[in-house]
């Protein structure tokens, strides 16, 4: 169990990392969930950053739809390519992962479209009638998408495009869960934020805000799939920093900073400034990892809370 960092150079992280993953096993980009979220003797389940109104393992639960918007808001995923009606609408990351096409919808009418690669949000809204509603997409880049909504079900999809001449369809699945209250859900927009690639040159206080936003959003997505039951947690596409251990978070050497934390910065410079916020708070504070929680998950749900509180204390 890791609770506290001492200042040490970058090449001595790089062992220390090594020895890390020999002892406790790295977390990879999708992690196994063996222990089935069973709750242990004596351990609560608590959240700090989520409105306090909505706090609970209670707020977040398979939901009885009434009408239209309580189906089509939710998060929606291609799961595999027999859903689809081309390989193209799959990519691979750098280090060979499958990312398939997501679509995250809100009540509010917000729109995220594929969080982990080429990230756009915008609006959602619904044109037509009965068996000829479409689903339509306004992004904040200006460019939109109609989508013809062939098919909608608690867990399932399916939607339609014509691209080139030709007939595109995708079958998108969902668990039928969804947030009480969206401002907690990682991927609505507003928790995205920090991902996107500034226009201009940010001063240190932006940059602060841009690395709070980023720990505010993984302690969101751990609850996210903690509060989902989720048997594995898939990192691939989000943005690199940490490296997750079973008891432990750690990051890279500086020097090793991955690209797509730096594209969430106006440049590397910025992102070093960033990646310097995590390490001062990793080396400076001791984080309680709570004991007699269910799975690991809980743990580092706790200290990415943790780190984020005592960020906004400078």
Known sequence: MVKRFRSISAKEIGVFLVLFIIVQGCVSSSVDENNDHKKSSGFRFRDTIVDSAQAGMNTFSRFIPNKFSDIICQHWELKDMDDASTDALMWKNKNGDRLYQELFLFKDSSAVQNPRNGLKIGKWNIEGEKSHKQL???????????????????????????????????????????????????????????????????????????????????????????????????????????????????????????????????????????????????????????????????????????????????
């Not at 841009?210 to 505010?216: E, G, K, M, N």
């Not at 001791?286 to 204390?313: C, I, N, R």
């Open 136 to 314: 339509v997409l306004h992004f904040d880049n200006g460019s939109s998408i109609a989508y013809t909504l062939s098919t909608l079900s608690l867990n399932a999809m399916t939607i339609e495009w014509i691209s080139s001449r030709d007939m595109m369809y995708m079958k998108m699945r969902s668990d039928g869960k969804v947030h009480q209250n969206m401002l907690n859900d990682p991927f609505y927009p507003a928790n995205l934020s920090w991902m996107i690639k500034p226009a201009h040159p940010e001063n240190d206080s932006m940059i602060y805000s841009r690395v709070s936003q980023c720990l505010r959003f993984y302690a969101l997505f751990y609850r996210d799939n903690i509060l989902r039951q989720s048997k594995t947690i898939n990192f691939a596409g989000l943005p690199e920093i940490f490296i997750w251990y079973n008891g432990g978070i750690g990051l890279s050497p500086k020097a090793e900073i991955d690209a797509t934390w730096i594209d969430c910065f106006y440049n590397r410079h910025e992102a070093e400034k960033g990646y310097d916020i995590l390490h001062k708070l990793m080396v400076n504070y001791e984080f309680d990892w709570p004991k007699g929680a269910p799975a690991w998950t809980y743990k580092t749900h706790s200290v990415l809370e943790q780190m984020y509180h005592k960020l906004g204390e400078r």
